[in-house]
C-alpha cells in the first residue's frame, strides 16, 4: 500500500520536477552576473579603503618610520589599491557584458 502512494506520489511531481529545473536553468544565470559584479565593486570597495588607511598612517608618521618601513608600506598600498581599481573595473565589465 505504501510502495503505491510512493509511486502515485512520484508521478504527480514529475511534471513539478521538470518545470523547477527549466526555472532554474532560466533564472540562475540572470541572477548570478549581477551577483557576480556586486562582489568585485564590494572587494574593490574594501581594498581600496585598506589602501586609503594604510596610505593615510604612512603619511601621518612619515617622520617617524624607517626609510625600509617606509617603502614596504608604499608597496603594499600600491599594490592593494591596484588589485582595488582592476576589480571595480572586472565589476564594470561584467555588468556592460550582461546588458548585451
Do not use: C
Not at 18 to 24: C, D, M, Q
Not at 39 to 54: D, K, P, Q, R, T
Not at 68 to 80: D, E, I, W
Amino acid at each position: 500500500m505504501a510502495g503505491k502512494m510512493v509511486r502515485n506520489a512520484q508521478k504527480d511531481w514529475a511534471p513539478v520536477a521538470r518545470n523547477s529545473g527549466k526555472f532554474v536553468k532560466h533564472v540562475v544565470p540572470g541572477a548570478v552576473k549581477p551577483l557576480h559584479s556586486l562582489w568585485h565593486e564590494m572587494l574593490g570597495f574594501l581594498y581600496l579603503v585598506i589602501a586609503g588607511s594604510i596610505g593615510f598612517k604612512m603619511w601621518k608618521d612619515a617622520a617617524k618610520t624607517s626609510p625600509v618601513m617606509l617603502s614596504v608600506a608604499g608597496f603594499l598600498v600600491v599594490v592593494t589599491a591596484g588589485y582595488g581599481i582592476s576589480s571595480i573595473l572586472k565589476a564594470r565589465r561584467i555588468s556592460r557584458s550582461q546588458q548585451q
